[in-house]
């Protein structure tokens, strides 16, 4: 099991990103490259998606371009505990690295990245038209221009195994309520025969635990912070809804919970020891391959659990970023552009499965037979998904920042993730829900006095 390592790295982004907001010049480098060297170091999350580039790219990317790739793969915590170091310290280790919507314009307005937009513009055969506009804006600086290509775009959804429903007589609305979801959990809770009614997350870490718990008190009412920057996090809507959260998981959730994020419950869903699990959409892709999910052609796929809202999915792209201090910068945009081409997702449908396709970026994939047929029981709702994400009003009140599943400022990874220990904590009955989010108010409450 993964263990949180995030705290002090990410505690020095906050600090760093406020001190050094005017070096746009930052770490060196320049757009034209520099060394002329074929090997280039890359940095990513060990996601389905991730492993399945490092199996193709020896064959279909370095014997094209006789550029070697050296990969360094890490769980999700880790991997931004090291990308955070390497790239807000300007380490200079990788010259390609993965990082999200959260990190982005954050770091682009630090002068951290290298802008890709002229990079694409400038590639007839990338076809930068072709991206999605709610991942293009989620990836942009403020100047507009993209810091990040993505590799894969996701929003949230509620999976169901179907032969569970079925053999129970249970029906799953397509835009079910988290009322609705505990009552279908609790029927179809089997701990005898090691069945989870539900899996969600519960492992530390801003992009782990609190990604479906922030949707989950998004709709509640909830809000870390008012429109003033007045905290909420203790406020009745937010305590509610981690209470729900909580109690969820005590009673109808996985074995370990506090210690299982985004890979743990592929696992135990794609297994089958899970009735339903709320999380990305990108899982997907995995489920339904028959070659590494026990599931596959089983799960059902509604729109994410509401109370208060319409929607509550949210939105996200694992993305391909280019540090400042990357002296191989021309050769990195050779492997980003190849990584997040059309031809990529074709290569990975031929040769792994359509399924597998990392989706959501651009709109031609919708197009493609192969993929609308292997993806048909998850690909529209995907896409209406991501649409229906809105990162500026994701709640019932106005935000001070963009966001659905974190708030856009730099001081939101330490206080998420000092914040997600002690719900954690609450998950594994250590603590109460109460005195876990008294601490989180205490925090957000620090961080709120720089922006009042």
Known sequence: MRKTRLTPVLAALATAALTLGACSGAGGGSGSGGGDSKTITVLMVGNPQMEDIQKLTPDYFTKDTGITVKFTILPENELRDKVTQDVATQGGQYDVVTIGAYEAPIWAKNGWLHELSSYAQQDPSYDVGDLLEPMVQSLSGEDGKLYAAPFYGESSFLMYNKEMFAAKGLTMPERPTWQQVADLAAKLDDKAAGVAGICLRGLPGWGEVFAPLTTVVNTFGGTWFDKDWTPKVNAPEFTRATQFYVDLIRKYGEPGASQAGFTECLNIFGQGKAAMWYDATSAAGTLEDPNASKVAG????????????????????????????????????????????????????????????????????????????????????????????????????????????????????????????????AIAGSTTVQKALAEGQRLATDVAKKYQ
């Open 298 to 425: 089983k799960v059902g796929y509604v729109y994410a659990p509401v109370v208060k809202t319409k929607s509550s999915g949210w939105l996200w792209a694992w993305a391909w970023a280019m540090p400042k201090t990357t002296k191989q910068a021309d050769t990195a945009w050779q492997f980003i552009s190849w990584a997040t081409s059309k031809e990529y997702e074709k290569l990975v449908g031929e040769k792994l499965g359509w399924s597998r396709v990392p989706a959501g970026k651009r709109k031609s994939t919708y197009d493609i037979p192969q993929y609308r047929e292997s993806a048909k029981a998850f690909a529209d709702i995907t896409l209406k998904a991501i649409e229906e994400a809105d990162p500026k009003n994701p709640g019932v009140q106005p935000r001070p920042a963009i966001g659905v599943q974190f708030v856009g400022i730099p001081e939101f990874a330490d206080l998420g993730t000092k914040v997600s220990q002690q719900v954690a904590a």
